[in-house]
Nanobody
Framework: QVELVESGGGSVQDGGSLRLSCVMS????????VGWFRQAPGKEREMVAR????????FYGDSVRGRFTASQDTVRTTIGLEMNRLKPEDTAMYYC??????????????????WGQGTQVTVSS
């Protein structure tokens, strides 16, 4: 049973920074897909960052590109999200996502993931 546990959420002021982490258990892949999504109240879930573990670029949502940086440790058990220059509109529940055995194209186009329970990020003005 795949398990994803996020941590690092909290409350910050406009312009502040936070770092999220996601520990992945019982996940075994060399060519899978991992990423971060977020959902604000009353809004649809939005892609923040995603990347194929077989290599290649990290893809970011338009609203976070240049401010957020996703990463994965070398043993592929933890992914991170460094969030800088946070804005009130970044306030949302942030979810870690992972999927095993995907192609590069599937990673970029499909959202059939295992999900974590989420961690709340609140940015005040």
């Amino acid at each position: 049973q795949v398990e994803l546990v996020e941590s690092g959420g909290g409350s910050v002021q406009d312009g502040g920074s936070l770092r999220l982490s996601c520990v992945m258990s019982h996940v075994s892949f060399s060519t899978g897909c991992v990423g971060w999504f977020r959902q604000a109240p009353g809004k649809e879930r939005e892609m923040v960052a995603r990347f194929w573990t077989g290599g290649g670029s990290i893809f970011y949502g338009d609203s976070v590109r240049g401010r957020f940086t996703a990463s994965q440790d070398t043993v592929r058990t933890t992914i991170g999200l460094e969030m800088n220059r946070l804005k009130p509109e970044d306030t949302a529940m942030y979810y870690c996502a992972a999927r095993e055995d995907t192609t590069y194209v599937q990673c970029l186009t499909e959202n059939d993931f295992h999900w974590g329970q989420g961690t709340q990020v609140t940015v005040s003005s």
